[in-house]
């Protein structure tokens, strides 16, 4: 089968499409035909060699991917049939033909969806579901600032927040950003390269702040979010695109706040039962698919949309990781898998 792949870590020059092995499903696990996979930051960090894939996952490019039921591996439950349309959350894999997936993980693709919008959905969404309610436990009417609003993630979080019947309020670095995030709901943007958002923030609160930080930026931002983090605040901290180190009276801003720092990392995350003995993944997924997945269909209000900024073939995979590292997509690139 054909796959996303490099040699050496570097630049996307180095990527290219490589014949490999075709996968064989486990003990209870699906292998799925994809037809759709989709990029990620994780998936560019990969490339450099600054985010290997756990142990045991593919080495092989993609967290995510939408396709069908090719084969059953053995003792599978029965709750799959081939050619169902599914769409899987990955720790690897998904740029390639055929990727197996444990039975747990997938999620059925909405009616009506094509392959390319359910491949915008898995890492995305979850990522953002699972920051939002396992992590942050957001509640109703709650304030929640969303960095980088028009990322893939950011843009699946405005929804959800709505969806919890919260307040988005975002920062972004253009204008069409933020357009972008106020169609998908945010109730506020600012634009960070040019304003001071703790200022602008605390004025749209009027000087209460927001409730939940959604940070993927990390050390650039940390003075603001504790400016426009309320008191008994959560600041939830899911990437760096900034950096990680911080100078500063960083503990005792937080003590004076009574706020709390979270730290969250989804791919890693394969093997950890939770209390009632599912797996955490599995868990996410069962609930993203219980409470979220019937709010992508027709009819459903709030309606929520995956959106799609481009979509770029298998072989020209290069072109993608470039339009992402230099900030061009407003939500998710897909990848398109050739049959
Ligand atoms: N922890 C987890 O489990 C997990 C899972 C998935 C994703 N993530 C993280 O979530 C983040 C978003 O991922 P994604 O795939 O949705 O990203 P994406 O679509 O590529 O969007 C990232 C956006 O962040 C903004 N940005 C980049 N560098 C910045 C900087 N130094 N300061 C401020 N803003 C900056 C840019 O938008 P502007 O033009 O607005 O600046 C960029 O377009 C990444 O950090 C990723 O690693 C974490």
């Known amino acids: 089968m054909l796959a996303a792949y490099f040699d050496c870590p570097g630049g996307p020059e180095n990527l290219y499409m490589k014949e490999v092995m075709k996968p064989n499903p486990g003990e209870g ?19 450099t060699g600054n985010y290997p894939p756990p142990k045991g996952a593919s080495d092989i490019l993609g967290l995510e991917a939408a396709g069908s039921v090719a084969e059953l591996g053995p003792g599978c439950s029965g709750r799959w049939r081939i050619g169902d349309a599914v769409m899987a959350l990955l720790p690897g894999g998904g740029q390639a033909q055929y990727v197996t997936v444990p ?16 491949a915008a959905i898995p890492e995305a969404w979850l990522t953002a579901f699972q920051l939002l309610h396992f992590v942050g436990k957001v509640q109703e009417g709650e304030r929640v600032l969303i960095h980088a609003g028009a990322s893939g993630v950011g843009m699946a979080a405005i929804q959800l927040v ?7 309020i975002v920062t972004a670095g253009t204008q069409e950003k933020l357009e972008a995030t106020a169609k998908a709901g945010a109730a506020a943007g600012f634009n960070y390269k ?7 923030v605390l004025e749209f609160t009027q000087g209460s702040g927001v409730d939940i930080i959604l940070d ?39 003590v004076s706040k009574r706020a709390s720092i979270h730290a969250s990392l989804l791919r890693t995350r394969d093997k950890e039962a939770s209390s009632v003995f599912l797996q955490y993944k599995e868990r996410l997924v069962r609930a993203f698919t219980e409470e979220v997945l019937p709010h992508f269909s027709e009819g459903a209000s709030p309606r929520l949309q995956p959106l799609v900024d481009s979509v ?28």
């Open 103 to 118: 039975e747990g993980l997938l999620m059925p693709i909405p009616k009506d969806m094509t392959f390319i919008q359910a």
């Open 162 to 168: 709505r969806l919890a019947k919260a307040i988005p």
């Open 312 to 339: 770029h073939p298998l072989h020209a995979i290069a072109e993608a990781h470039r339009a992402m590292e230099e900030n061009k997509n407003i939500g998710k690139i897909v990848i398109e898998i050739p049959v």
């Open 29 to 47: 696990e699906v292998l799925v035909k994809v037809f759709a996979s989709a990029l990620n930051r994780g998936d560019l960090l990969q490339r």
């Open 194 to 200: 040019n304003e001071d958002f703790s200022e602008k």
């Open 216 to 254: 993927c930026v990390g050390a650039s931002y940390w003075e603001k979010n504790l400016n426009c983090l309320s008191t008994d605040g959560r600041w939830i901290i899911y990437g760096l695109l900034s950096g990680g180190e911080v100078h500063g009276d960083l503990l005792a801003r937080l």
